[in-house]
């Protein structure tokens, strides 16, 4: 265990954490260092071991599944939505699904989601898509709507719900925002938008 809590120590930075959260997360003794957030979060494990700290009677981590599979993913978050119900506490529906569908950020803001519930400390909503990455990138390289689409909606999701309709409407409201975020840029900068269709023509061009 001493090693984990050096680990913590030394990097803090590697978890996409702030470096409260990963001190707070030090103190818990959890079972392994969450070297990768997105994945090792996904599970629920690490979470149910979380709130078994604090309620140990209400989290028995005897009873959850400590693989990696869809199933056992679903399995362990219902229980830790019906034992958190049970003393009223509630997570974002948005940051469990992203969680476990290993959306980019989604892990970060769930566990700022429980230090808040249980430190009280501050919470930024979810929002997860790849703006903020796509917002570091020239905009010659930034996605296209099909891109965006791919970035956002995971094959998982998908798996988990399957009803077409559902997905319809994730995949209607990730195309929103990319053309908002677009339509935002075009009128910020005018000239890039312009630089981008030319580049486009001639790309056509050489390949016609």
């Known amino acids: 265990m001493a090693r984990s809590s050096i680990c913590f120590a030394e990097c803090p930075k590697k978890t996409g954490l702030p470096r409260e959260v990963v001190k707070w997360l030090q103190t818990l003794d959890l079972a392994f260092y969450p070297k990768n957030v997105r994945r090792d979060f996904s599970s629920g494990y690490l979470v149910a071991q979380i709130f078994s700290h604090y309620y140990p009677r209400d989290f028995s981590l005897h009873s959850y599944d400590r693989g990696t599979s869809l199933s056992a993913k ?17 997570l974002k529906k948005e940051a469990i699904d992203g969680t476990i569908h290993c959306k980019p950020g989604a892990a970060e803001l769930l566990v700022l989601e429980v230090y808040t519930i249980l430190t009280k400390g501050r919470y930024v909503e979810p929002d997860f898509t790849d703006e903020e990455y796509q917002n570091l990138l020239p905009s010659l390289a930034r996605s296209t709507a099909s891109k965006a689409i791919k970035n956002n909606l995971t094959a998982t999701e998908i798996k988990a719900a399957p009803d077409i309709s559902t997905n319809q409407r994730k995949a209607q409201n990730i195309l929103r925002r990319h053309h908002e975020h677009k339509a935002a840029e075009r009128i910020l900068n005018p000239g890039r938008s312009s630089m981008i269709k030319c580049h486009q023509r001639a ?6």
């Open 203 to 208: 790309r056509s061009h050489l390949l016609s």
């Open 74 to 90: 679903q399995w362990n978050w219902s229980q830790i939505e019906r034992s958190l119900e049970k003393r009223n506490l509630y």
